[in-house]
């Protein structure tokens, strides 16, 4: 952009290298030498420093690899310091949010260094109390790799830890079981899905095993399955799941750990997946290969998926029954004629949510009359 006469020229005066080496070459050969090697020097300390970018990318998901306390640990100081470190440098602000301490004490601050998080709490812990240190799947690295494994870290200030716990497998339909909460109850009771006012906490690993430790025994227990599948850390019914289990555990002196507990949990809103590929002998490679799908109970309902020229495919459909065929389009009309395009037999399928239909086959047939 062009100054204006009333333009206010800059107080410091740059100097390009060209010029003056031009002026030192009038002065002789042997300063211009000298003013080269000064430039390549300044060039030299002024180039940025570190790795080439374009490497590969970064997709190991991060890990909590140590905390203080040590989770099971007994007679925790009232005043103790709560830490956390991860394998690698984290994204500041959505782990801190990722980052509970139940029962709920006020976390004054949360502070960084490195990739170690100190939670500052504005009170000290209360006697005789036990803790869940919880880190959410919320929580992830500066490239965005979620956490692999959430955890709970359990300790107590009272002179024991308690011997009771419950230890199960979530069996997830339709969503990931990895970070599903397991609120723990005692005496049954049911929660307040606003309120956090669970006893006791678990989270499911990435097989969906999970351990509530920390259990007073003798006690009675009842479990309720969280999927926070929208990521926001609170109950909405019409996009989560809480499912409870009519299981209640009772935890003895004789045997304070439950084990073997399996929950299945289907997500009714996750579409169906059908998986397979379309065999085609003809040798035809005109127009596009199309997968058309037809509701049965609803005309208006129809899918059309275009198919990759290698046949093999991975789709979603919404849960009900369907019509199907696989046809070559050869015009790109998205319509089938059935007198000139190729065609596989229809076939049937019934969908549920969460539904996966593997090694479905369409055969490629000549057009027929």
Partial sequence: MSRGAGS?????????????????????????????????????????KGAPSGGPPDLEPPRVTSFTPDSGAAGVARGTTLSLTFSEGMEPRTTSEAVDLLPTVEIRQRRWSGRTLTLVLADTLRTDQTYRLVVSSGARDRHGNTLRDARAIVFTTAATFPPGAIEGKIEAVGFGAPGTALWCYRDGRAPDSTARDFDAIGVADAEGRFRIGGLPAPGRFRLWAFADLNGNRSFEPEKDLLVPCDTVFALTDEAPVATGFQLRMLNPRAPARLKGAVLDTLGVREGSLRLFALSTTDSTKRVLYELPESGGFDLQFEKGSYVMRVFRDLDRNRIWKRDTEPASDSIAVTFTPGQVLEDVRFVLQRPRP
């Fill in 8 to 48: 206010r020229r800059p107080t410091r005066r740059r100097i390009r290298v060209p010029d003056a080496l031009a002026a030192f070459v009038r002065r002789g050969p042997r300063a211009a030498l000298l003013l080269a090697l000064g430039a390549a020097l300044f060039a030299g300390g002024c180039a940025r």
